[in-house]
């Protein structure tokens, strides 16, 4: 297990694989009572699909993301939708924390080679975030510089553009198969890192390192654990 040569860069994928992403826990929080527990789970469930699905047509700022995803899913159970309530989670993002481990493993691997985020935040909130991580990054990309999500093609694109690289030339870290490493390996990234988070099926056939503890992370470039 590990990669034979030096990349350039570490690319990572930030919420969900670096910050935890307590998005369904916010929703819960701000309908609170209005969410009724027997539709609960499809609600967040169907909400998720929404967001893919918005950000796969053309670049729309991300509460307009967020608002239309719930406006959506909520239609779909029969609930009131509420703009207010897609504002107040929408502002609650940049409050979310790392999960345990992220911060250690960053810094130790920093050491060794420089780490960049790309992002699905907009750039307010991914500078926040990034923050939030007290780590050193030699970049942060976010979707509204982009003006793209992942998983379309033309964020990776803009990636190898701006840090000047090859697809060879470095190795993208995520916990999602589905907005990161099945667009990374039609773009020809080998080196990847499936974080297993648990929220998304392990997709083996892409070609990925997975892990479950992010303190493996540094051990793949060659590093000792601490």
């Given amino acids: 297990m590990g990669f034979d040569v030096k990349p350039k860069f570490v690319t990572f994928d930030m919420n969900g694989t670096l910050i935890k992403f307590s998005i369904n826990d916010t929703m819960r929080e701000v309908l609170g009572e209005r969410l009724p527990a027997e539709v609960a789970d499809e609600y967040l469930r ?32 029969g609930l009131e939708y509420r703009e207010d309530e897609s504002r107040e989670v929408y ?20 050491e060794a080679v420089p780490l960049v985020i790309i992002t699905n935040s907009d750039t307010a909130h991914a500078v926040r975030l990034a923050e939030n991580l007290k780590a050193p990054f030699a970049d942060v990309i976010s979707a509204e510089e982009m003006g793209v999500y992942k998983p379309r093609l033309r964020a990776f ?18 916990a999602s198969p589905m907005y990161d490493h ?18 998304e099926h392990d997709e083996h056939w892409l070609g990925y390192e ?6 493996d992370l540094p051990v793949l470039f060659g590093l ?3």
């Fill in 91 to 110: 502002e609650r993002i940049p409050t979310w924390g790392p999960y345990p481990g992220v911060t250690e493993a960053l810094n130790r691997l920093a």
């Fill in 210 to 215: 997975r892990i479950t503890d992010i303190a």
């Fill in 182 to 199: 099945r667009s990374a390996a039609i773009m020809g990234i080998k080196n990847k890192v499936y974080v297993d988070r648990g929220f």
């Fill in 224 to 226: 000792p654990r601490p």
């Fill in 46 to 77: 169907i909400c998720k699909a929404y967001r893919i699905d918005e950000c796969t047509g053309a670049y729309q700022p991300f509460h307009q993301v967020v608002a239309r995803s719930m406006e959506r899913a909520s239609r779909s159970v």
């Fill in 157 to 174: 694109e803009y990636m190898f553009d701006k840090l000047g690289v090859t697809p060879d030339e470095l190795v993208h870290v995520s």
